[in-house]
């Protein structure tokens, strides 16, 4: 059996906030309800697209880092490849290639003659945010 | 985790002691939200008398890491001048009653904190009183309140930068994955620092929606959660009331109630002081580091502390997600499209 894991956390979700929190009689465990099941909600579309997110930011940071003048440790570690699809080991290549990215960034900021750099740097930043919003919880 | 039951029981010991009169706890409930401390509203029947009290105890772990003497000590300080501020009634650090420390302070009834239901008119009246109060804060002497009793005075050149470092080192301690946004807004500050403060006062240091009382007529009747409270220029304040976190799709106005210009006029009024809009500017972007600091440290705390409560994961996972989008809007370079 291969779930649809991310619908059926959305289905739980949908469970939780339209039928159990209405019995609630509190207000603390009314608000909490509500919130975790818009939390589940969250934890759903990042189970649905969080790898494929994080390894578009990934292409796209091996891209703007390729411009650099890399050390050979960075050189290493910028063009290494993935070998493990799971959510803990993206993370962490996504990780280790922001860290790079923070350094060039300062980089940048310092010396005029990287400004084509800093350039890239802050359109990739704002592809990342507009890539990772988060729509599961409306803004009031 | 505490029951309510455990609370009610500990509370009405506790006060039966300090009033030496009979107290029963006849309701209670536990308001959501807040984020630093468990918050317990309780009416009580003191000796045939009607009282009610709210308990603010503290968490296995909170958003805000901050002491509770800070807290009760700028209530005690404030209560009785023009800022309203609800009676501080007790301290209490020994953890016998309630397995942590706790404050008990007076409750105000018929309030509420919500202004998203409030017709514009209303909500102008409301937006007023809230910058003029913040204003007359701005006035304040703080040695004269007693503020430097409780917590350290900054340099008035030193204000922007200590609090920056302060903030800095939250990100640096709590950060779980690299923040390159945060770290460009750390940069940008650290280049471009304000001129000194052109008075100290009492920064309440979270002055936003949600943090002050207000009754049917309008009228705000409490400034509340003043845990992050500190002595500083009262730009800061002004420029957090303002970030566009707290105006939710009403972008154009200040905490959702008055336009900037308006708020900063009245502001300007209340507490006869200069407004700098490049100083201010520096502020506002300071405001959102700040923001964003909470956020990444209250989602550090999800994953690692003793608590698990769901608004720590809301701040950490869509707080943070909205305020360094805000940070780009602030920072990036304006032909890079949004």
């Given amino acids: ?140 | 985790m505490i029951s309510l039951d455990q609370v009610k029981t500990a509370a009405s010991a506790f006060l039966e002691e300090k009033w030496e009169k009979p107290v029963a706890v006849t309701d209670i409930q536990k308001i959501y939200g807040g984020a630093s401390r468990e918050t317990y509203r309780m009416q009580l029947d003191v000796d045939g008398e009607s009282k009610g009290v709210i308990l603010r105890r503290d968490p296995p772990s909170s958003l805000i890491d901050t002491e509770r003497e800070l807290e009760y000590g700028a209530y005690a300080r404030i209560f009785g001048t023009d800022i309203p501020v609800p009676e501080p009634l007790f301290l209490e650090n020994d953890a016998r009653y309630l397995e942590q420390a706790f404050s008990i302070m007076a409750a105000i009834d018929g309030c509420q904190t919500d202004v998203g239901a409030l017709p514009q008119d209303e909500r102008e009246l409301l937006g007023k009183e809230k910058y003029a109060i913040l204003g007359r804060l701005a006035a304040h002497d703080p040695i004269e309140l007693g503020f430097d009793e409780l917590m350290a005075v900054p340099a008035l050149d030193k204000c922007a930068e200590e609090q920056l470092s302060y903030w800095e080192s939250v990100i640096v301690q709590d950060e779980m994955h690299p923040q390159p946004i945060a770290r460009a807004a750390i940069r940008w500050l650290r280049r471009h620092l304000p001129p000194a403060a052109q008075k100290l006062s009492v920064v309440h240091g979270d002055y936003r929606t949600g943090n002050y009382l207000f009754n049917t007529d309008g009228r705000i009747t409490a400034i509340l959660d003043w845990e992050m409270c500190h002595l500083g220029d009262p730009l800061e304040d002004l420029a957090w009331s303002m970030d566009p976190l707290w105006r939710g799709t009403e972008k154009h106005l200040a905490g959702r109630l008055v336009p900037d210009d308006a708020a900063i006029q009245i502001w300007k009024e209340a507490s006869g002081l200069d407004y700098d809009e490049e100083a201010f500017q520096w502020w506002r972007i300071f405001a959102s580091l700040k923001a964003l600091a909470i956020w990444i440290s209250s989602s550090e705390d999800h994953e690692h502390g003793e608590g698990k409560d769901s608004i720590l994961a809301v701040a950490g996972w869509i707080m943070t997600d909205r305020q360094n989008r805000i940070l780009l809007d602030y920072l990036a370079p304006a032909e890079v499209s949004v």
């Fill in chain 1, 1 to 140: 059996m291969i779930p649809n894991t991310d619908q059926a956390l959305r289905n739980i979700a949908h469970r939780l906030m339209v039928s159990l929190v209405p019995e609630l009689r509190s207000e603390y465990a009314m608000a909490d309800g509500m919130s975790l099941g818009m939390l589940i909600n969250v934890i759903a579309d990042e189970l649905a697209e969080g790898i494929q997110r994080r390894l578009e930011d990934i292409t796209e940071m091996q891209e703007v880092l390729g411009s650099c003048e890399l050390s050979e440790k960075e050189r290493g570690v910028a063009e290494a490849g993935i070998d493990n699809y799971s959510l803990k080991a993206v993370n962490a290549r996504h990780d280790e290639l922001t860290s790079i990215l923070i350094d060039w960034h300062e980089k940048s900021e310092a010396d005029d003659s990287l400004g084509a750099l800093n350039h890239a740097i802050w359109q990739y930043l704002r592809r990342h945010a507009n890539r990772h919003v988060i729509t599961a919880i409306p803004e009031a």
